[in-house]
Structures are given as C-alpha cells and as structure tokens.
C-alpha cells in the first residue's frame, strides 16, 4: 500500500468508524422498540411496521435537505469557513422544523386515513393509530437532530455525537422498559409506551447536539452581528431542490413496494416490517461510508483538489464493493440468532429468511447506490442526474415488475427480488458517472 492510500484509509477510518458507530447506537432506537414490541404479538409488530413506513416518507424527505446541509457545508470547512457552516447550518435548520411540524400536524389529523393505506386489517389500525399520533409529536426533534448530526459530521466532529448516541440509547431503552411492560407495578402501555419512550429519546439527542454547537463557538448570538451574510439561499435551493424531488419520488416508490407488499396478506407485512431492523445495524457501515465520502470529497472539492477527490472516490467504490460481500455473509449468519427474539410463527421466520437471500444478492448493487450516488455525486451537486437515474430506475422498472409479479401471485422473496432489481441498474450507470469526472465541482466562492 502505497503512502496515499495509507493516508487515505487513516482519514477514511476517522470519520467512517465513528459515524458508523454511532448510526449502529442510532438504529438502536429501532431496534429496540421492534425487540420489545416483538413481544406484543404479529398485530403489533404490523402496527409499527406500517407507522414506520409512513414515518420514513418524511425522515427521507428531510434527508434531502440535510442533503444540501452536506455539500454546503463540507465545501465551507474545506475552506474553513465557519461563517458559512453556520449560516448554511441555521437556514437548513429552519427550512426542517416548518417542513416537519406541518407534516406532524398532517399526521395528527389524518392519521386513521393515511394508515388504511397500508392496511384493511381493522387490529393492524387500531393498534397503529395512537403509536403514529404519539410518534408524530417527535417529527419536529427529528428533522433538527438530523440536520445538527450531518453539520457536526462535515465540520469533523464525530466522536462527542457518538457518546451522545449512547445518552440517547440508554434513554430510550428505560423507558422502553418502563412505558411498555409496566414493571414495579407501573401502567404498562404496550406499542403507545414505546412511541412516548421515542420521542422522549428524540428530544434528549436534540437538545445535546445543539448544545455541542454552543459549545463550538457556532451558535454564538455575539458572533452573528459580526458576520457578512452570505447569498446561499438561492445555490442551496438550486442544488437541493432535485435531491428533494430525488428523494420525494424514491420514497413515494418505497410507499408503493410497501403497500404491494402488505396486499399479499399480514404474515408477509410482519415479514417485510422485520427485514430493516434485520439488516440495519449490519449495514450501518455502508451508511458511514457514504457520510465519510461526502465529507472527505466535500472537504477537496472546497479547496478545489480535484485529483485527490477522484482518487477517494475510486477507493471509495472499491472498498464498499468488498465490504459488502463481506456483510452478506454476516447477515446470513447473524439473522437467524436475531430472529430468535421475536414472538413469530414459523411461516413468517421462513418468509423472512427467503426474503433475506433475495436481499443479499442486491445488497452489493445497493451499497454502491448509496455511497457513490448519495455520498459522491451529490457532493460534487450532481443532484439532476442522480434524481432521474433514481426516479426513472424506480418508476419505469422496479415499481411495474413489482405490479406485474402481486398480479401473477409470485412469492414474497421473487417479489421483493423484482421490486428492487433497479439497483443494478443505479449502480451501472451511477459508478460509470463517477469515473467520468463530469461531477467534480467546487460550488462556493
């Protein structure tokens, strides 16, 4: 290995090993509350399935303007300007809370309506309707906790959010406990205690990750009055206004899987609901990739470095390709253990396990996805073209095979297989992108 790569795998590790850490202890949350609910029987893990599901609609919608927050603010810090970092930091931030609180608000009214979407089951809904109500008062905490996350992340402060996962963590774990199960002769809630346990761990990760930007010096009102604003509202809302699209329709197709999913019958919703927390965590590492791309090549492309940006972005790929080999064959051995924790039946751990090999195939094709597509175009504002090779890929592909195979009454791995085949298509196009230099931009002055 020769100096550069050496030094590239240092500074990779640095940033991709916390971060992956941390989304690790972040996926916790989920985790947990599927462990636990897990206990509660099929209707209630549905129940949070199908609330999450519409849940995940918004969180991906403000990952596209955590998004801009990301090529903005990595750029800046490649020129160490705080002044910008902050500036990008507070406009995000603002743009998030009024999003989330008018979807919360949304949700809160509708909330019977926008269930019977993903399910007829009359106890499926009734068990959901008061877990989505109490999780939509969350909304708001979540969009800022995810924009603080990802300026903490480009500025290169990982290691204190991190510890800040564990509070969070260790939060929503005891109340998890205490809300859902009643011990010591508490009330015991059910999936309700769960969703108070998650907003209340929401809240607490909030209000330690701004309090890490006071302390930084960022978010100092005696800075403010000092500082020349800069005109990024119009370059952040040309950059970011695709990946909200990108990222509107992505989810919009996800919606439509899901609910392809749910009509073939609610073992298989059970089964479709359990896969993400299967792999989450195993997966995480692909997630730190992807963030650590964006800020390392974020960082060269500030300072206009284009050469060395290319060559992470080769490494990149390179490295996420053996990884995630490496990762099939952990989940394979690790989800059968897992599984065991759940309150299933045996048809629906055989769905889950079919539909897990039938995800290990198209788990490579989908970590290149994620860490070239996500991770290095964007970052160079490449968001056009990532917004329609994931739209198209998706609408005029995945989401009529997936039609045409809950038509023809296939299988629930072969439709899943189908459904998500759009990823080689992404990942063959995307990666010949990259190699072709077009995307490497500096975008700030």
């Avoid at 009454?409 to 230099?437: C, D, K, M, Q, Y």
Wanted: with cysteine; proline share 3%.
């Amino acid at each position: 290995m020769n100096e550069e790569k050496r030094r590239f795998y240092k500074q990779m590790w640095a940033f991709a090993l916390p971060i992956t850490i941390q989304l690790m202890i972040t996926s916790g949350l989920n985790i947990i509350d599927s462990v636990m609910v897990g206990s509660l029987g099929v209707e209630a893990i549905a129940a949070v399935g199908i609330s999450n599901k519409f849940t995940q609609f918004l969180a991906v919608i403000l990952q596209g303007f955590a998004s801009g927050a990301t090529i903005f603010s990595s750029q800046y810090w490649g020129q160490r300007n705080v002044s910008g970092v902050k500036q990008i930091l507070i406009l995000v931030s603002k743009i998030a809370t009024i999003f989330s609180f008018i979807f919360a608000l949304v949700t809160l009214l509708f909330t019977p309506f926008i269930l019977g979407i993903f399910s007829d089951d009359v106890l499926v809904i009734a068990e959901a309707v008061p877990f989505l109500r109490i999780i939509s008062l969350s909304y708001v905490f979540t969009a800022l906790s995810m924009i603080f996350s990802v300026t903490l992340k480009t500025i290169g402060e990982v290691k204190r959010p991190t510890f800040y996962s564990v509070i969070t963590l260790l939060t929503n774990t005891l109340f998890n406990w205490l809300l859902i199960f009643g011990p010591f002769g508490l009330p015991a809630f059910g999936i309700r205690g769960a969703a108070v346990a998650t907003l209340l761990a929401r809240f607490v990760q909030t209000l330690l990750l701004f309090s890490l930007f006071v302390k930084k010096g960022i978010l100092k009102p005696e800075v403010d009055s000092t500082e020349p604003a800069l005109q990024i509202t119009g370059p952040y809302w040309k950059v970011t206004f695709p990946s909200i699209i990108n990222h509107l329709t992505w989810t919009m197709g996800e919606l439509v899987f899901f609910w392809l999913y749910t009509r073939t019958g609610t073992d298989q919703t059970a089964a479709i609901s359990l896969i993400d927390p299967l792999v989450f965590l195993f997966i995480c590492v692909f997630t730190g990739l992807s963030d650590a791309s964006s800020v390392m090549i974020g960082n060269q492309l500030g300072g206009k470095v284009y050469k060395k940006a290319l060559f992470y972005a080769k490494q990149f790929i390179r490295l996420t390709t053996i990884l995630s080999i490496v990762i099939s064959g952990v989940i394979l051995l690790f989800s059968p253990i897992i599984l065991q924790f759940y309150n299933i039946t045996n048809h629906v751990e055989e769905l889950v396990n079919q539909v897990l090999l039938a995800y290990i195939v198209l788990l490579p094709f989908k970590n290149l996805n994620y860490v070239n597509n996500v991770g290095i175009l964007r970052v160079g504002g490449d968001t056009t073209f990532v917004m329609w090779l994931d739209t198209l890929s998706v609408w005029l592909w995945g989401i009529p095979m997936a039609f045409l195979a809950v038509y023809l009454g296939w299988p629930l791995w072969s439709i899943f297989f189908v459904a998500n085949s759009h990823e080689l298509i992404r990942a063959i196009i995307g990666v010949r992108r990259t190699l072709r230099e077009g995307w490497l931009k500096t975008l700030i002055a």
